[in-house]
């Protein structure tokens, strides 16, 4: 008989807790939204307070049947990454926002490391960039120098601490590696890194595997036994091949594929998973503009989500001319990394809002395509499988525009819960398929393929 776990799913917008079995069958599930906090283009906060009474109370809720709480093997823990926050150590009081995975508020520190760049690739996994913790931190450090008891970490590391029993200052090994001072081959916080941080190994959380025993939790009294990234979580949710390129098309869209990054395109390398014995890698692509652009978009020109989402049709028209729309919401990301851009319309004098909203889907399939491109450099094996999941996959329009940019069948899983699903597939270590799909099958789309080049063109020139 299959074990049941409890997984918690911290995103952006949303924490949800369920109980499943590790086969992946939900059996009860609470949600919560918190909000994000966007105080102007760079500085995005959150409430730290807040998300954890959205973790309390939706632990609550999923535990009120006392039939499911003996019968829970152990807890799991996906969270998004890259977010930041102060506490005290004592009494566990915030002493800081929860600073976004969004905030590029450390950008004038990140620019001043451009000399050495490559040497924080190679320790780190990653382009150097002020999406992830090193810059926050230290911008934190900055702003709190006269609190003389204070801890600063991942997101993760001040929920585990109020979570869990003993009150630990911990984080694992997927959020550390979203730090930037995460060595992800050595397996330990980088003096180097640190260094060029401003920042020091002694004040940062010690760090397990993802799979590792990380205390009871208060709520439930059940013992924590997988702690990892969302994405991390998703890609495992999602996936049901060896060699796939899978798709989390959330507030960010992230291309993730179990092959070695390649060297010199601008894709990360980040930690899949790990146990004291052994580590799995991913690579990955990020583009910050995915819902977030809609919901950028959406406040520009007054629409509601629905109504941005009424105006695109289920398919793409390979005789219409459309205006392009630039996507640098929330910055450039993978492969250009280019840093802050504003957002803009190109190649139209149309004022039609529909035809406006279009150029938005497309832009994020536009990214997310050639994203999957530099991925695909020096694969030897073949086709891969391209599978697509999160809120925006739910537009037919996205999925049929990778498809024809693509050239591969593109699948969609129903499985609305990926996150919390790639928990329980990762808890039992099983590759379990997603649940049933639509598949996109490419054809041939002159028209796309013309805005396509014009916007990778525009990006490519962006300085």
Same mark, same amino acid.
């Given at each position: 008989?299959?074990?049941?776990?409890?997984?918690?799913?911290?995103?952006?917008?949303?924490?949800?807790?369920?109980?499943?079995?590790?086969?992946?069958?939900?059996?009860?599930?609470?949600?919560?939204?918190?909000?994000?906090?966007?105080?102007?283009?760079?500085?995005?906060?959150?409430?730290?307070?807040?998300?954890?009474?959205?973790?309390?109370?939706?632990?609550s809720a999923v535990l009120t049947e006392p039939i499911h709480t003996p019968q829970i093997d152990h807890a799991a823990i996906a969270i998004?990454?890259?977010?930041?926050?102060?506490?005290?150590?004592?009494?566990?009081?915030?002493?800081?926002?929860?600073?976004?995975?969004?905030?590029?508020?450390?950008?004038?520190?990140?620019?001043?490391?451009?000399?050495?760049?490559?040497?924080?690739?190679?320790?780190?996994?990653?382009?150097?960039?002020?999406?992830?913790?090193?810059?926050?931190?230290?911008?934190?450090?900055?702003?709190?120098? #006269?609190?003389?008891?204070?801890?600063?970490?991942?997101?993760?590391?001040?929920?585990?601490?109020?979570?869990?029993? =003993?009150?630990?200052?911990?984080?694992?090994?997927?959020?550390?590696?979203?730090?930037?001072?995460?060595?992800?081959?050595?397996?330990?916080?980088?003096?180097?890194?640190?260094?060029?941080?401003? !920042?020091?190994?002694?004040?940062?959380?010690?760090? !397990?595997?993802?799979?590792?025993?990380?205390?009871?939790?208060?709520?439930? =009294?059940?013992?924590?036994?997988?702690?990892?990234?969302?994405?991390?979580?998703?890609?495992?949710?999602?996936?049901?091949?060896?060699?796939?390129?899978?798709?989390?098309?959330?507030?960010?869209?992230?291309?993730?594929?179990?092959?070695?990054?390649?060297?010199? $395109?601008?894709?990360? $390398?980040?930690?899949?998973?790990?146990?004291?014995?052994?580590? #799995?890698?991913?690579?990955?692509?990020?583009?910050?503009?995915?819902?977030?652009?809609?919901?950028?978009?959406?406040?520009?020109?007054?629409?509601?989500?629905?109504?941005?989402?009424?105006?695109?049709?289920?398919?793409?028209?390979?005789?219409?001319? !459309?205006?392009?729309?630039?996507?640098?919401?929330?910055?450039?990301?993978?492969?250009?990394?280019?840093?802050?851009?504003?957002?803009? %319309?190109?190649?139209?004098?149309?004022?039609?809002?529909?035809?406006?909203?279009?150029?938005?889907?497309?832009?994020?399939?536009?990214?997310?395509?050639? =994203?999957?491109?530099?991925?695909?450099?020096?694969?030897?094996?073949?086709?891969?499988?391209?599978?697509?999941?999160?809120?925006?996959?739910?537009?037919?329009?996205?999925?049929?525009?990778?498809?024809? !940019?693509?050239?591969?069948?593109?699948?969609?899983?129903?499985?609305?819960?990926?996150?919390?699903?790639?928990?329980?597939?990762?808890?039992?270590?099983?590759?379990?398929?997603?649940?049933?799909?639509? %598949? %996109?099958?490419?054809?041939?789309?002159?028209?796309?393929?013309?805005?396509?080049?014009?916007?990778?063109?525009?990006?490519?020139?962006?300085?």
């Amino acid at each position: 008989m299959k074990s049941k776990i409890l997984a918690i799913d911290i995103g952006t917008h949303s924490v949800r807790s369920a109980i499943l079995c590790t086969s992946g069958k939900v059996l009860n599930l609470a949600g919560q939204s918190i909000k994000v906090n966007n105080l102007d283009n760079e500085r995005i906060e959150q409430n730290g307070e807040e998300i954890l009474n959205a973790v309390n109370h939706t632990l609550s809720a999923v535990l009120t049947e006392p039939i499911h709480t003996p019968q829970i093997d152990h807890a799991a823990i996906a969270i998004q990454r890259s977010t930041v926050i102060a506490w005290h150590p004592e009494n566990g009081k915030t002493l800081s926002p929860a600073i976004s995975w969004q905030d590029t508020r450390g950008r004038q520190q990140v620019n001043s490391l451009k000399h050495c760049e490559t040497e924080i690739h190679r320790l780190s996994g990653l382009v150097l960039s002020p999406h992830y913790g090193a810059s926050k931190i230290h911008w934190l450090r900055q702003q709190l120098a #006269d609190q003389k008891k204070l801890c600063i970490g991942p997101l993760i590391s001040y929920l585990l601490f109020h979570l869990l029993e =003993n009150a630990p200052y911990l984080c694992d090994e997927s959020n550390a590696s979203r730090t930037q001072l995460w060595d992800i081959q050595q397996r330990r916080w980088s003096k180097t890194l640190c260094e060029y941080f401003s !920042l020091s190994t002694e004040a940062l959380p010690s760090v !397990l595997p993802t799979h590792s025993h990380y205390g009871q939790l208060k709520n439930g =009294n059940i013992p924590l036994k997988l702690v990892c990234g969302d994405q991390n979580a998703a890609f495992l949710g999602l996936t049901n091949s060896r060699r796939p390129i899978v798709i989390n098309a959330g507030t960010g869209a992230f291309v993730l594929s179990n092959q070695p990054a390649p060297p010199g $395109t601008g894709i990360l $390398t980040t930690i899949a998973q790990s146990t004291n014995e052994s580590v #799995d890698y991913l690579s990955e692509a990020c583009i910050n503009g995915c819902a977030a652009a809609i919901t950028y978009f959406c406040q520009q020109y007054d629409l509601t989500q629905d109504e941005f989402f009424n105006h695109i049709p289920s398919t793409p028209d390979n005789k219409k001319q !459309l205006p392009i729309f630039i996507n640098c919401v929330g910055g450039l990301a993978s492969p250009w990394w280019k840093g802050a851009h504003k957002s803009f %319309f190109i190649d139209s004098d149309s004022d039609s809002i529909q035809e406006r909203c279009i150029a938005v889907i497309e832009s994020i399939a536009f990214l997310i395509s050639k =994203n999957i491109q530099f991925i695909e450099t020096g694969n030897k094996e073949g086709n891969w499988d391209i599978i697509i999941g999160g809120g925006v996959s739910q537009s037919n329009y996205l999925c049929q525009t990778i498809a024809n !940019l693509t050239q591969k069948k593109v699948y969609r899983t129903d499985a609305v819960e990926a996150t919390l699903i790639g928990l329980a597939k990762a808890s039992d270590n099983e590759d379990l398929p997603p649940t049933a799909k639509t %598949f %996109f099958r490419p054809y041939t789309n002159i028209e796309l393929q013309s805005r396509y080049h014009q916007a990778i063109t525009v990006y490519e020139t962006l300085t």
